[in-house]
């Protein structure tokens, strides 16, 4: 069974950047869909962005699309999101998933779920 870890959270004044790391142990990810998932307090869990096992496919939220970045490295085990122009609507514990698929990427069916890390923007 896979086990992921985010890191890369924290506080960030609105415009700033920050970059999310997602490290996957007990597992390969080299096979799997991943994806990054943001849960506001008093909202429920919402799709932030997904990149297919290649890194060739990636799909991202309307409200992310210009400014968050998905990518991947299958050696290190790890994937990445990037965050620019970040807003105070940001704020929110960021989640990553993985799903073992290479024939699609998902959209609500991911197998496993990290612990998440708090990210807060503000204004």
């Known amino acids: 069974q896979v086990q992921l870890v985010e890191s890369g959270g924290g506080l960030v004044q609105a415009g700033g950047s920050l970059r999310l790391s997602c490290a996957a142990s007990?597992?390969?990810?080299?096979?799997?869909?991943m994806s990054w998932f943001r849960q506001a307090p008093g909202k429920e869990r919402e799709f932030v962005a997904a990149?297919?096992?290649?890194?060739?496919?990636?799909r991202y939220a309307d409200s992310v699309k210009g400014r968050f970045t998905i990518s991947r490295d299958n050696a290190k085990t790890t994937v990445y999101l990037q965050m620019d122009s970040l807003k105070p609507e940001d704020t929110a514990v960021y989640y990553c998933?993985?799903?073992?698929?290479?024939?699609?990427?998902?959209?609500?069916?991911?197998?496993?779920w990290g612990p998440g890390t708090q990210v807060t923007v503000s204004s």
């Open positions: 998933a993985v799903k073992y698929t290479t024939r699609y990427l998902p959209v609500n069916d991911w197998d496993y």
């Open positions: 007990g597992r390969t990810i080299s096979s799997a869909a």
């Open positions: 990149i297919s096992w290649s890194g060739v496919n990636t």
